[in-house]
């Protein structure tokens, strides 16, 4: 009879459970043993597609000494981290009030990328005719509008007619990048291909071309932090992300709110398309916001919506990449390689979330964790 | 005729995380009998049964069958094992008809012939005294109907062992007793059931034996014949509990609260409130009573300015009667709007007139507090949201059903959620979290809440202390009136009677308090008055302490023909 196999055969392998906590440290060192874990597959594949690798294999140090070479190699490369920190820290920062009202903003990309336009707009028209002070103050105000008025419009939408958010703002994102095709085309003169550099709208440099920016990140960091936790519109956010049914029962608008904050949101993503154009770039491109808006998405989640927790996700993100720039220099490769190191660690580092919210039990030791957990 | 053993249980225990569900529990389950489980909300009645249905699979323990040990892995094994469980939550789909839920899954040889199936389902339902048309659909059923589906389908696929969850919970007392006629025939037929209750009067009448659950473990299981509410409570409980409600005569009723005439349809369009009208008076308990689903969630929603109204009026009475006239709540215009209408006096009971007086001297006056209101005030708060509500000084509290998704954030602490109601107090944009603390420790000390402290997220707090978080905040705003949403549903004997307790002090107070339940022996037991609803019409009220059970249930199905067929 199968009595007998299925008596053997009753518990099942393995099965998950939902952890109800877990102590800080515990979290902490599975995230550690996921990001040990990433860069040990990162190696193994490096070796199946580095030919330089595999050719030598005694330099595997270098290959992983190029994490950190990328980021604190030298003095200029340690600044244009932090400063490229400081961007990407700003972008996943705007998206997080919509975040913590469960507004999947996934519209920071457009919203970056109109605030870029915004400013380069300004400085291409009044460029040298006005005061550059006046110029910089006309590209900010224009940075942040454009990026609020990308914000609103599917907040509106949704505070109106309750639709998708996140479909709507991926969409405008696109409606962004056109947006900017059209005025190089109508910027560019016959025969270039790209709007250059232009002369004026330059942030001033302080000591060095990168600590402005930095600082401007760093005391809007603490402010959202502050704004989000300390405030009744951050209290009303929270209210909102959590229940709809509790927000209405305490008398919060719900509309209300969710255009009040899309109108933050894509304002600091506005500022942070001012930062691009009056501190880095000068000039506008399809690609200005090269990505950050979705990057952006991963620092604010992994960040658990948390401010201060986002400058170390920043950070561990733009690490990665710069990281990942040095094995492409110095390893001769390129193409698809320095995405995939980054793909690959950072799908260990979000894989470990799983692991941190639920427990895993194999079969007869079931009984024992139990008890452990018990005690 | 000799009892033989039909299911026996051996040392099970499960456990989840670190929460011990069951321990070592040993049960036996003969043929032809009716097994009461009994036990508190969380005392693992459920994990239990759910164990021999093949939801869970226990940790440790043996299961036997006709004396055979078996494994249950799944839903389907029980059903080899010829065990049917019918949970509390209804599984069926809506869109389908009475037979094809009952076919839904079956595997069976042969053509899937439906006629077949019906001429079968309809002999299962003559057999035990159902009545059922198996060509109805799901959604066009009432609860009691659905029920009868679930039973049938387990029947269909002969289980010879049957599990209840709960399942007098939804149910008027005259489809309690049919129900119970039901489970007395299927025992006579030799079959085994198994009905998990909370509710002891109902083990008493249909049971032939108790078995008794506490905190996991299996405290004893005792013939029904020779035990009484009180030994089974203590065993429930582990400790002896008083099972009276005090019911003090209301002090100074005064209409507080009159509904009139109010009518409203849901998103959908469906008319689910009729032309309600009553009124709560103070110092008195309003039950409301009625299945769920009766229009009780939409008329409380109602008053709390929470739906859009189709029609009807809500009059909020202010006692304010010889009370002094204040800034808090009005402007200086809508003060002199008022003594223009001659609606205050002072001190002397002299007619106040601000005729000719500076704005500054009108404030002076009032602000000494010499104006006084002449009558109680009178508002309408009628299509005013929940915020203007509160504007307007009507000190209204709702405890809502859903408390977790309405009335508290789940991952905030205790503070946080005391500040809920009264955060936007101050002109700053900051929170000022000081107040809230000292309020969430005051009811922390005061109703005995269980919790790590006052920053740990309530989800993680058992329903008992979530609903003393809920209830303490709202009484804490010192309402007029009280409105409390199946306040004790999911809680434990002890917190259920601190929160009638708490009711009662309000009633004292002079607050008026509104309590929608679904127990009748507590409305019967709490309540002054009790309103009756029906398909979101009143059917009656009557005086909680004159009326009987089975007046009041039948109110509660009182033209539900009528009521549906006019919705088509």
């Known amino acids: 009879m199968s009595e007998k196999r299925h008596a053997e055969a009753r518990e099942p392998l393995v099965h998950l459970s939902k952890r109800a906590s877990i102590a800080p440290p515990m979290a902490w060192a599975i995230r550690l043993i996921a990001l040990v874990l990433g860069l040990v597959a990162c190696g193994l594949v490096a070796f199946l597609l580095v030919d330089k690798l595999r050719e030598h294999p005694e330099r595997v140090g270098d290959f992983y000494y190029c994490f950190i070479r990328g980021a604190f190699g030298t003095s200029r490369k340690f600044w244009k981290f932090l400063r490229s920190l400081a961007v990407l820290l700003c972008i996943a920062l705007a998206l997080t009030p919509a975040f913590r009202m469960r507004f999947w903003n996934t519209g920071g990309e457009g919203q970056t990328l109109v605030g870029v336009l915004g400013a380069i707009a300004v400085d291409f028209y009044l460029g040298g005719k006005i005061p550059e002070w006046l110029l910089l103050l006309l590209m900010l105000a224009a940075s942040l509008l454009s990026g609020a008025v990308w914000g609103v419009i599917p907040a509106i939408f949704k505070a109106k007619w309750n639709t998708n958010e996140t479909l709507f703002t991926l969409m405008m994102n696109y409606v962004a990048t056109y947006l900017v095709s059209y005025f190089l085309v109508i910027w560019i003169p016959n025969g270039s291909s790209s709007l250059s550099k232009l002369q004026n709208g330059k942030l001033p440099a302080l000591g060095n071309d990168y600590l402005l920016i930095i600082l401007i990140v760093l005391a809007l960091t603490i402010g959202l932090h502050i704004y989000l936790n300390y405030t009744k519109h951050g209290y009303e956010i929270s209210v909102v992300g959590e229940s709809v049914r509790t927000a209405q029962y305490v008398g919060i608008t719900v509309g209300k709110v969710i255009i009040r904050t899309m109108i933050l949101s894509g304002m600091l993503c506005g500022l942070a398309g001012y930062l691009i154009a009056a501190g880095m770039d000068q000039t506008v491109t399809t690609e200005s916001a090269g990505g950050q808006g979705f990057t952006a998405i991963m620092v604010s989640w ?43 660690i950072l799908f260990f580092i979000i894989g470990s979330e799983f692991f941190i919210n639920y427990e895993i039990h194999f079969r007869g030791h079931g009984a024992r964790a139990g008890k452990e957990a018990v005690k | 005729m000799e009892k033989q053993l039909a299911l026996q249980m051996k040392g099970i225990t499960k456990r989840f995380g670190s929460v011990l569900a069951n321990d070592h529990v040993d049960l036996d389950v003969y043929r032809g009998e009716i097994l009461a489980v009994l036990g508190e909300n969380g005392c693992g009645k459920t994990t239990l049964m759910n164990m021999i249905a093949g939801i869970y699979y ?98 269909y696929r002969g289980a010879d062992i049957l599990i209840l969850d709960e399942p007098t919970a939804v149910l008027t007392p005259q489809e309690i007793t049919r129900l119970f006629n039901v489970l007395r025939r299927m025992k006579e037929d030799g079959k085994s059931i198994i009905i998990i209750t909370h509710k002891l009067n109902e083990v008493l009448e249909v049971s032939d034996r108790v078995a008794i659950l506490r905190k996991g473990e299996h405290i004893a299981t005792v013939n029904t014949a020779e035990t009484d509410e009180a030994a089974l409570t203590e065993m429930m409980v582990g400790k002896k509990v008083d099972l009276n409600i005090d019911r003090p005569e209301p002090m100074n009723p005064a209409v507080r609260l009159e509904v009139r005439d109010l009518s409203l349809k849901n998103a959908e369009g469906i008319q689910v409130l009729r032309n309600i009208s009553f009124e709560v008076r103070s110092g008195e308990i309003l039950g409301i009573a009625g299945i769920a689903g009766s ?38 215009k809508r003060v002199k ?77 205790i503070t946080d959620n005391m500040m809920l109601r009264s955060y936007r107090k101050g002109h700053a944009g900051f929170l000022d979290r000081k ?129 549906r067929e006019e919705d088509r």
């Open chain 2, 295 to 332: 229009g009780q969630r939409e008329l409380l929603e109602s008053i709390a300015g929470l739906q859009p109204l189709e029609s009807g009026e809500i009059i909020f009475h202010n006692p304010k009667k010889d009370k002094p006239v204040t800034f808090f709540h009005k402007s200086l």
């Open chain 2, 58 to 155: 226990p940790d440790e323990g043996q299961v036997l069958i006709d004396g055979q040990e078996v494994v249950i892995r799944s839903p389907k094994d029980a059903f080899d094992h010829k065990i049917g469980m019918i949970h509390q939550h209804f599984k069926l789909v809506d869109l389908f008809t009475a037979a094809e839920n009952i076919v839904l899954g079956v595997r069976e040889q042969g053509a899937y012939n439906l006629k077949e199936v019906n001429t079968r389902v309809a002999g299962i339902a003559e057999r035990y005294g159902f009545h059922l048309d198996p060509a109805k659909k799901v959604y066009d059923m009432s609860v009691s109907e659905k029920q009868t589906v679930e039973i049938i389908k387990v029947l």
């Open chain 2, 337 to 413: 709007e008022l003594a223009a209408q001659d609606a205050f006096h002072d001190v002397n009971l002299n007619g106040v007139s601000f005729r000719g007086m500076s704005n500054k001297a009108i404030r002076k006056w009032v602000e000494s507090g010499g104006v006084l209101f002449r009558e109680d005030e009178i508002m309408n708060l009628r299509n005013k949201t929940p915020l203007e509500i509160r504007e307007l000084g009507v000190r209204l509290s709702f405890v809502p059903e859903d408390r977790l998704g309405m009335g508290l954030v789940g991952s905030m602490g």
């Open chain 2, 435 to 563: 107040k809230p603390q000292a309020l969430a420790e005051e009811i922390i000390r005061e109703l005995e809440v269980v919790t790590p402290g006052v920053s740990t997220p309530v989800r993680r707090l058992s329903g008992g202390n979530v609903q003393k978080v809920l209830v303490g905040r709202e009484i804490a705003f010192t309402p007029k009136v009280l409105m409390a949403a199946y306040p004790v549903r999911g809680l434990d004997i002890n917190s259920s009677y601190t929160i009638y307790h708490l009711l009662n002090r309000q009633k004292e107070n002079g607050v008026a308090v509104i309590f929608v339940g679904e127990d009748l022996d507590v409305l019967l037991a709490l309540c002054d008055r009790i309103l009756v609803m029906n398909g979101g019409a009143v059917t009656g009220v009557v005086d909680a302490r004159q009326a009987t059970k089975e007046e009041i249930g039948l109110m509660m199905t009182r033209t539900s023909r009528e009521g």
């Open chain 1, 302 to 344: 992994l960040g658990k919506f948390n401010p201060l927790a986002m400058i170390l996700t920043a950070g561990l993100i733009q690490v990665l990449h710069q990281g990942a720039a040095q094995i492409s220099q110095d390893f001769d490769v390129s193409g698809a390689m320095p995405s995939m190191v980054v793909g690959i």
